[in-house]
């Protein structure tokens, strides 16, 4: 009995939101039960558990991944973030602020999976369209909002952190003008 | 009389004004808490063994292996709870002739859907508990299965409840005027069989509770994803026999709810059963299968449909004939009736015609029991009358548009009594209707239709007028003998540092409730919004209510907290008064501060005047009134429902080989009288309009003849998801209610209402070349391809 219930325990060592993690897991323990139940990060949340709502959705490794479908036991020197980090470091931020501002949430069950899929989005596509930011969130169920006011509130980001990017520039030019 | 807004260029005027919910940020940031994330000294959890079968006789219950499981500690029978918890049985007096059986929180002899609670199991985790139910031995033996509607009510159908005498848990038959005569005199009568497929909500957070019992006091505190606190606290303490003030139910944030969380579920009371049997905090939380087995499912309508109308195209006559099956019980508290009712006295409600009849069927099946879902029964009768409303249009060879535009009620015919008895304040269909042609450039979209048209590409265009019931009075429940408030209630209070808290009996599930309550308040009062805190949700600190339903809060709960924030208001003048010399009457307070009415002259901030009243009350004249908390409550009473109304248009692109419907771009025009805060109700409109395109061409609760559940998982039962969804365009029409002060009628349910009607008369519009015509939702590219002659048609 003691060797059988050994050999369900795995010890995984990680980073999570920044900060190193060492726990002894059940091999059937998912990412997001991991997450909630052992580390109290309450902010990832558990909608489908079977990979197509999103809701689970958190960073590892610098991909996102579904919480539900990860198991606390691959993760072994993973490098994990959820909305709880990615809000006290200020990266999503301006996505934050945009959700709010344009009423992009409305119960916010889906929004922290849903910022760390725009967050990606944003990541590797700096212009996207608004039907690529539709089909990038497309595996992110939400059933408050009608999807539109999250569209938009991902489109104002964008630009805005290409206008920040591009004034830097200008910003450059004019101190080489005046060094001239 | 309704509230002069000339005033909204006052500092704290917040009543039509965008202002960011003041509990987004900490959603946003993933620090909300509900349900699941509480955590309680001792808690167990609870995972509930459901029926495999649509209808059994449950057996030998073994419980020996589950006990076993390392960390079970309990084992529950039907009988176990209903030794602490009574049966109930959802009638109500005002739908006459209503019957329902005895249902109990766990089964007890029978099980009647697959997914019925037929045992629990208690163990130290949720998993633990899982393991148990995986070796828990339930024995039984199948019985005949009620799946079928249309057969429900045949002889040689078996009985669900033997001793209800049938399968027939309500009728309604409504009629006005004479409906026959005028379909006899009709220039054209057309007719057709609607189908609204079987839906449900899916909340993204499963529904979910958390009972703690406490048996030195008798208190049971129940942490609760509810629309009702106070309807539950009253529930629970019924059936669990204990008084109502040792129940307190807490409500936080809510992983959105849209009418599936306003019902007493029998796994939610067991829970509470099971907490004070073990006297410690149980959690029940649904997971996703057992969400779409045992959440109400709605909408599972059969309607024939005929409408007459004269040669000038003016509707004679209107007759509905609604079938509906609810599953074995009518829902408590609230019934499994109302769909069905609201489909009678919806069908035909925007347009002016005297010639009605009406008749709805409710039946009792071995199928998830059905009750109320976001815009219960509007979506049906709209698209029922709209999809009528299309083809008479089109047997007399008259453009959609100009059919409306002669049979919607007058904009000056108020107040109107409809051929339901419904009765309308004020609304402004035409209005409404101009709006929309322009805003969606009608006649551009139909001249570009016609030329995509020739290179083969199918678009159309749909139209539906609506109209939605908000604000009810206890005509909904109340005097069915139901103890569900239709009156709510704010209780606003000035603390020492001129700060205020509103409390409020409605609810915030995500639509914004807490951010319209700080706005009226804010205004009420005179304070800048942000010095405005809210609480709901908690029985035991907020006044009585009735929480979230029927598009109430803004309506109701507004003007209750708008009528708090005067009186306080003029409590506050009357200490200023004192302290200042003054009137009260030429005083104000305007943005925190108490002001000279005349001259706007600042006189003193409301701290200074909180420090006087809370910390140095000596120094006002004895006898003062110094009252800074105040109360006040609201009901509707000159009519039962505030109706609101609106129109929808939907523009689409059918591909004719596959069957696929293209959303290219949905409006929306209502009228939901004052509208509060812009940019929520718009995007109420614009997720209500989504969740209606679900359930027009994708949502589907299919079942086997067995009455097993075939799309019991997200990726069987599709939900919209972002790339098929259009960008929606959204205006409003302001007709306030002339029965409050605010004006604000609802809004929450208007979206849901159209969508699915004018979707489908857009997909309609697309296959009329093609004389072909889809009414069964949802509009699936097999049925598509089915209506087209490709395929052949498959019952489902």
Not at chain 2, 464 to 472: G, Y
Request: proline residues 5%.
């Amino acid at each position: 009995m003691a060797e059988a219930e050994f050999s369900t325990l795995v010890e995984v060592s990680l980073r999570v939101n920044g900060e190193r993690v060492s726990r002894r897991v059940e091999a059937r323990r998912h990412l997001i039960d991991f997450l909630r139940l052992d580390l109290g990060l309450t902010g990832s949340h558990a909608g489908c558990e079977h990979g197509v709502c999103g809701a689970c959705t958190v960073r590892v490794d610098g991909e996102i991944v579904r919480g539900c479908l990860t198991l606390a036991a691959q993760l072994d020197g993973a490098d994990v973030w959820t909305i709880e980090g990615l809000s006290d470091t200020g990266e999503v931020r301006d996505l934050q602020q945009a959700f709010v501002a344009r009423n992009a949430l409305q119960c916010g069950y889906c929004t922290p999976g849903m910022l760390a899929t725009c967050a990606d989005l944003l990541e590797r596509s700096p212009a996207p369209s608004r039907a690529e930011i539709r089909e990038h969130i497309s595996g992110n169920y939400c059933r408050c909002t009608g999807y539109e006011a999250i569209i938009d509130a991902v489109e104002t980001v964008a630009a805005a952190r290409r206008a920040a990017t591009g004034q830097v520039a200008i910003g450059q030019a004019t101190i080489g003008e005046t060094a001239e | 009389m309704s509230i002069n807004l000339s005033a909204l260029d006052r500092p704290n005027s917040y009543i039509g004004r965008t202002v960011p919910r003041p509990n987004a940020p900490r959603l946003a940031e993933g620090r909300g808490t509900y349900v699941d994330d509480i955590t309680l000294p001792r808690m167990v959890h609870v995972a509930f063994y459901r029926s495999p079968h649509a209808h059994a006789r449950i057996g030998r219950i073994d419980a020996e292996a589950a006990l076993a499981v390392p960390g079970v500690l309990r084992v529950f029978t039907g009988r176990d709870i209903a030794a602490v918890c009574s049966p109930w049985v959802a009638v109500l007096a005002h739908l006459k002739g209503l019957k329902s059986a005895p249902q109990h929180a766990i089964a007890v002899d029978r099980a009647t859907w697959a997914g019925e609670p037929v045992a629990a199991v208690v163990a130290e985790s949720r998993a633990a508990a899982e393991d148990g139910l995986a070796v828990l031995e339930v024995e039984f033996e199948p019985l005949p299965v009620v799946a079928e509607m249309e057969t429900a009510l045949d002889p040689e159908t078996p009985l669900i409840h033997p001793e209800l005498g049938d399968n027939l848990a309500f009728r309604r038959v409504h009629e006005a005027g004479d409906p026959d005569g005028a379909m006899a005199s009709a220039a054209a009568v057309v007719e057709a069989t609607f189908h609204t497929g079987r839906h449900t909500g899916v909340c993204l957070e499963p529904r979910s509770i958390l009972a703690a019992y406490n048996r030195a006091e008798n208190q049971l505190t129940v942490h609760h994803s509810t629309q009702a606190p106070h309807m539950i606290q009253t529930v629970l303490a019924k059936h669990l026999d204990m008084p109502e003030g040792n129940v307190r139910v807490i409500c936080g944030d809510v992983g959105g709810s849209y009418g599936i969380k306003v019902h007493v579920y029998p796994d939610e009371m067991a829970t509470a059963a099971i907490a004070k049997i073990m006297g410690r905090p149980v959690k029940f939380v649904a997971d996703r299968i057992e969400s779409f087995s045992s959440d109400i499912h709605a909408r599972d309508h059969r309607i024939k449909g005929r409408l007459g109308v004269d040669a000038e195209g003016r509707i004679v006559a209107l007759e509905i004939d609604d079938l509906t099956g609810i599953g074995p019980y009518s829902v408590y508290p609230r019934t499994s009736a109302i769909e069905g009712n609201q489909v009678v006295n919806l069908c035909g409600g925007p347009y002016d015609f005297a010639n009605y009849r009406a008749r709805t069927t409710v039946v009792l099946q071995n199928k998830t029991p059905t009750c109320q879902y976001r815009a219960v029964g509007h979506p049906i009768a709209c698209a029922v009358t709209e999809g009528l409303v299309d083809l008479a249009a089109e047997a007399i060879g008259m453009d959609p548009v100009e059919f409306r535009r002669r049979n919607l009620v007058r904009d000056d015919a108020y107040p109107y009594t409809s051929a339901a008895n419904m009765r309308f304040e004020g609304l402004s269909h035409h209005q409404s209707l101009a709006k929309l042609v322009e805003m969606m450039d009608y006649d551009a979209l139909r001249a570009e239709q016609a030329r995509l048209r020739e290179a083969g590409i199918y678009r159309g265009i749909g139209i539906a007028s609506f109209i939605e019931l908000t604000n009810p009075s206890p005509f909904m429940y109340g005097i069915g003998g139901a103890r569900i408030s239709a009156q709510d209630g704010c209780t606003v209070r000035l603390d020492p540092d001129g700060s205020v808290v509103a409390l409020s009996g409605v609810t915030e599930q995500g639509q914004g409730t807490e951010a319209m309550l700080a706005q009226v308040v804010a205004e009420g009062v005179g304070v800048p919004v942000e010095r405005v805190r809210i609480i709901t949700g908690d029985t035991q600190v907020t006044p009585y209510g009735g929480g979230t339903w029927a598009s109430r809060g803004a309506g109701i709960g507004g003007e209750a907290a708008l009528q708090a924030g005067l009186a306080l208001r003029a409590n506050i003048l009357e200490v200023a008064g004192a302290m200042l010399q003054a009137a009260p009457e030429t005083l104000d307070v305007i943005d925190g501060e108490v002001v000279e009415k005349a001259t706007g002259r600042a006189r003193m901030p409301l701290g200074e005047l909180g420090r006087i009243v809370y910390f140095r009350g000596d120094t006002l004249p004895k006898g003062l009134p110094r009252e800074m908390v105040a109360t006040r409550h609201y009901i509707t009473s000159d009519y039962p429902f505030a109706f609101t109304n609106g129109i929808q248009a939907s523009l689409v692109e059918v591909d004719v080989e596959t069957g696929m419907v293209r959303l290219l771009k949905h409006w929306c025009v209502e009228d939901c009288g004052r509208v509060i805060n812009p940019l929520l109700v718009d995007e109420q409109i614009r997720g209500g309009i989504v969740q209606g395109l679900g359930g027009a061409l994708y949502e589907h609760c299919v079942y086997s003849e067995d009455g097993q559940l075939l799309t019991a998982n997200m990726a069987d039962y599709l939900v919209p998801m972002a790339a098929e969804m259009p960008d929606m365009v959204v205006a409003h029409v302001e007709t306030p209610t002339k029965e409050s002060l605010l004006g604000a009628k609802g809004a929450g349910e208007a979206g849901t209402a159209g969508a699915p009607a004018a979707v489908m008369n857009a997909i309609n519009d697309a296959l009329r070349p093609f004389r072909a015509r889809v009414t069964a939702m949802p509009f699936t590219p097999e049925r598509i391809l089915a209506a087209l002659g490709r395929i052949p048609e498959r019952r489902f």
